[in-house]
T-cell receptor, first 114, second 115 residues
Framework: EAGVTQSPTHLIKTRGQQATLRCSPISGHTSVYWYQQALGLGLQFLLWYDEGEERNRGNFPPRFSGRQFPNYSSELNVNALELEDSALYLCASSYGTLSNQPQHFGDGTRLSIL | AQKVTQAQTEISVVEKEDVTLDCVYETRDTTYYLFWYKQPPSGELVFLIRRNSFDEQNEISGRYSWNFQKSTSSFNFTITASQVVDSAVYFC????????????FGQGTELSVKP
């Protein structure tokens, strides 16, 4: 069974540009989560999507947004990139919406802002 | 407020030593879930275990064991007879029943097992 896949592996942008990160969940999983792992800040919850709807959002500005497609894959968009957006962005998926469901993570997209 | 604390930033042991990774959590919910994840240098977070707040049974899986104590709000992880392949960053995480899937992570403990 294929795990969570993320693309691209690395992404280099400059300040002010926009970035799009992609995630395909494990087959059968309907929930997709996004986390940011920035140096010194640890892993922080960004967004949760289930059945195409945004279900929960972390403490991030509106320039972080995303969507979930009918096939449950997801995109994370970051507009007006700032230097502090440099981080590893991890996508996870789970079966259903219950809080007790383990989330399974992809390898991440490393976003570097120059 | 919900919070997870992993006070040990780095631990270094020699192969075959036992090592315990500490995790202390804070939550106001009566129903919550605790998780441990392993992050090897490749970056992918690997799920290790989940524990429900109403189940304080300790668990053993091979060389891994977990001790959950509600009285001290702790969920510690012990690796017995550590191996070089255990070297990674380990994260403890909390999920509350009313927060719908949001995982709150500790800062992580970097374990280095030397041969």
């Amino acid at each position: 069974e294929a795990g969570v896949t993320q693309s691209p592996t690395h992404l280099i942008k400059t300040r002010g540009q926009q970035a799009t990160l992609r995630c395909s969940p494990i087959s059968g999983h309907t929930s997709v989560y996004w986390y940011q792992q920035a140096l010194g800040l640890g892993l922080q919850f960004l967004l949760w999507y289930d059945e195409g709807e945004e279900r929960n959002r972390g403490n991030f500005p509106p320039r972080f947004s995303g969507r979930q497609f009918p096939n449950y894959s997801s995109e994370l968009n970051v507009n007006a990139l700032e230097l502090e957006d440099s981080a590893l962005y991890l996508c996870a998926s789970s079966y259903g919406t219950l809080s007790n469901q383990p989330q399974h993570f992809g390898d991440g997209t490393r976003l570097s802002i120059l | 407020a919900q919070k997870v604390t992993q006070a040990q930033t780095e631990i270094s042991v020699v192969e075959k030593e036992d090592v315990t990774l500490d995790c202390v959590y804070e939550t106001r919910d009566t129903t919550y879930y605790l998780f441990w994840y392993k992050q090897p240098p490749s970056g992918e977070l690997v799920f290790l275990i989940r524990r429900n707040s109403f189940d304080e049974q300790n668990e053993i899986s091979g060389r891994y064991s977990w001790n959950f104590q509600k009285s001290t709000s702790s969920f510690n992880f012990t690796i017995t007879a550590s191996q070089v392949v255990d070297s990674a960053v380990y994260f403890c995480a909390l999920s509350e029943d009313n927060q719908g899937g949001k995982l709150i992570f500790g800062q992580g403990t970097e374990l280095s097992v030397k041969p």
